[in-house]
């Protein structure tokens, strides 16, 4: 039988892995927000509204909770910041984007301006938006209020167990509830490891959001609106490194209303240097003073890994998140000769084996904590320099389970280090077991906002990510438009090019062959959701074509063919038969030495053979063939998949053979 067939080798980090396109990627993206603003949250301005909760069914229930809601704020702000800078810059839709931005800093300042006024302290303070914040403000009634929080989820859905998809609930938690009712309400101010994730998400709005007055349809109130976002940003971030810088007579720390140090995490004074220069990055200002000045060695030291590290494997975790996030903003990480150490100890420090020189043991792996840090270091301050490595961005990215992160169990938690409410923040053996307490299905911001960071470092290096857009249809797809079949490495699946599609790791590939079952015609490749037609990639017919993560090596474990977008049209100026048949034989295959090709009876007394890897590479020609059995060594060959092309006048025959 005549036909075309095209062998896509696509590797990815596991066999158990579903292979993901960027494309794939970027579905994913879209149902992760879908997920996040109708489970984990509701848009808008009332008490508790556009806050994201962190965990849904904790500890396998029927809750849900807002546990250090403003780390969840600050990544939601840098995910809406970064989303409508890539979306404005593919000319598509950003009403709903700004809307939620709208809303989100709205939120930012509520719990800001509410923060006195609720009878946590000695006294009763009146209502004062000056940078003391709570850490929520979801009350008790909030699921009756928004029922909206079981969308489409019948109360008899419990958890889905192994899927991450979310549950029924019936119950809330939330620090708001916990603390103002119980005995040590000062646990429901901010600490500062809490604060500088939200001071991380305004300075991405800082960063991406247009300057001025943005207009656009409020989706909620289908109403226009003009206002500026990034004014609102920048102003609520002045007022909280304000409020650290002074208050209540101190310097650099964070007290509740009465004056006192609040319950956990509010000196500031080791990381003052730090936080004065990562405020003047957001909002253009100048927040150093003779006490931060003074402060400056304490900051200096936690570069090393040897103090940093080890402080994150001791009772001070929280430190080493604190310290990267404040360095990917300030870039304030100096040697004793002035020269700028930052991204080096962001990339050192993001890495236990990095520091494992150290005096602390360091046997576990951020799995990502270098690459997050770094994306943030790039799109601040990156430039000719970029420290991120984004084809382990991508690979982190590929990893994430579709329906979002999880862990109910040791034997039921989501792959590759996913089972973390927050996998840049938390260390690394709760990326791999959870953290006790914390059980449950989580948020996914933490991919969402690497996503994000991913496209626009890449567009920064000119380098591999394709087009950021809204995929067509409904804004937001809650369903896997894609089903995946993979095959073993040493055993590929053979796939007839006729009214197949194929999406491949960063390319989403477009495949032409001829309009007539026997008149194939040629191949061109296309990148990209937009079709964006890529360079010397028209190959002739016969041959076969390898395509990889653009840049990048992964490693060799399985392959990947999504059979769902070839195209086929007509090409009248080709005319060329192919014949995959018994015509040709290879023997022996597999092989480690020598193959013999036994060739059938030809026209040509020059046919040509060749013989191409799996990476269209051709590694063996010979021409002027007038014997009909050929003997090729191949001990010098790599082991892998290998194919031979007989070329005779207008008939070509193609074999495949395995040097093992």
């Known amino acids: ?238 007022k909280i490194v304000g409020y650290i810088k002074f208050n209540h007579l101190q310097h650099w720390e964070i ?51 040897e103090f940093l590290l080890c402080r994150k494997i001791s009772d001070e975790a929280s430190v080493h998140p604190m310290a990267m996030s404040l360095a990917a903003m300030s870039d304030a990480w100096r040697a004793p000769n002035g020269d700028n150490t930052t991204p080096d100890r962001i990339l050192q420090n993001g890495d236990y084996e990095a520091g494992s020189d150290g005096p602390c043991l360091h046997l576990a792996n951020h799995y990502g904590w270098d690459i997050f840090y770094g994306a943030l270091w790039d799109v601040f301050h990156g430039g000719p320099r970029f420290i991120s490595d984004l084809c382990k961005a991508k690979e982190i990215l590929d990893s994430a389970p579709y329906n979002g992160p999880f862990y109910h169990s040791l034997y039921d938690k989501a792959p590759f280090h996913w089972c973390a409410t927050r996998r840049f923040f938390d260390d690394a053996p709760r990326q791999d077991n959870g953290k006790d307490g914390f059980d449950g299905n989580y948020n996914g911001l933490d991919y969402m906002l690497l996503f994000n960071l991913y496209y626009l470092d890449s567009k920064y290096q000119q380098a591999y990510a394709s087009t950021f857009y809204i995929p067509s249809g409904n804004l937001i797809s809650d369903h896997y438009p894609w089903g995946n079949i993979i095959g073993d490495f040493n055993n590929p699946v053979e796939y007839d090019l006729i009214n197949s599609p194929v999406i491949v790791n960063q390319l989403a590939v477009t495949a032409t062959i001829g309009n007539d079952y026997y008149d194939p015609g040629h191949l061109t490749i296309k990148s990209g959701p937009q079709g964006t037609l890529l360079t010397n990639t028209t190959v002739e017919y016969g041959a076969y074509l390898y395509v990889a993560p653009l840049g990048c090596n992964p490693p060799q474990s399985s392959w990947y063919f999504d059979p769902s977008m070839f195209q086929r049209i007509a090409n009248p100026n080709l005319n060329i038969d192919e014949n995959v048949s018994s015509d040709v034989t290879l023997f022996p295959n597999p092989s480690t030495t020598s193959i013999t090709i036994t060739l059938p009876p030809l026209e040509n007394t020059e046919p040509l053979i060749q013989i191409y890897n799996s990476q269209g590479k051709i590694v063996f020609q010979e021409k002027n063939i007038s014997k009909q059995n050929v003997t090729v060594v191949v001990s010098e060959f790599a082991p892998g998949i290998y194919f031979v092309r007989i070329t005779d006048d207008n008939t070509v025959f193609i074999k495949k053979f395995i040097r093992e």
């Open 1 to 238: 039988m005549k036909k075309l067939f095209l062998f896509f080798l696509f590797v990815f980090l596991n066999v158990f892995l579903s292979a993901q396109s960027e494309m794939l990627n970027l579905e994913k993206y879209w149902h992760y927000r879908y997920r996040l603003v109708n489970y984990y949250m509701v848009v808008g301005e009332g008490s508790g509204m556009s806050l994201p909760a962190d965990i849904r069914n904790t500890n396998n229930s029927e809750e849900i909770r807002w546990g250090e809601a403003p780390v969840y704020l600050g990544y939601y702000l840098g995910v809406l910041a970064t989303e409508y800078r890539l979306l404005k810059d593919n000319n598509q839709p950003t009403d709903r984007t700004l809307t939620e931005l709208y809303y989100a800093i709205l939120a930012a300042v509520r719990i800001d301006n509410v923060a006195e006024s609720y009878p946590y302290w000695n006294h009763t303070y009146s209502p004062s938006t000056n940078g003391f914040l709570i850490r929520d403000d979801v009350p008790y009634d909030f699921l009756s209020v928004h029922p909206s929080l079981n969308l489409n989820i019948a109360s008899s859905q419990g958890i889905t167990f192994g899927h991450g998809t979310p549950g029924f609930v019936s119950s809330i938690n939330s620090d708001f509830i916990g603390n103002t009712s119980g005995t040590t309400p000062k646990h429901l101010a901010v600490s500062q490891d809490v604060v500088y994730q939200l001071l991380m998400g305004l300075a991405l709005v800082s960063k991406y959001v247009d300057d001025g007055d943005l207009a656009f349809t409020n989706y909620l109130t289908v109403q226009g609106v003009q206002i500026n976002l990034r004014s609102m940003a920048i102003d609520e971030a002045d």
């Open 255 to 305: 007290n509740d209303p009465d004056g006192h140090d609040v319950h956990v995490g509010g000196n500031c004074s080791f990381l003052a240097y730090a936080i004065a220069k990562s405020g003047d990055l957001i909002t253009g200002h100048t927040y150093a003073d003779g006490h931060s000045d003074a402060d400056e060695p304490d900051w200096q030291i936690l570069q090393y890994p």
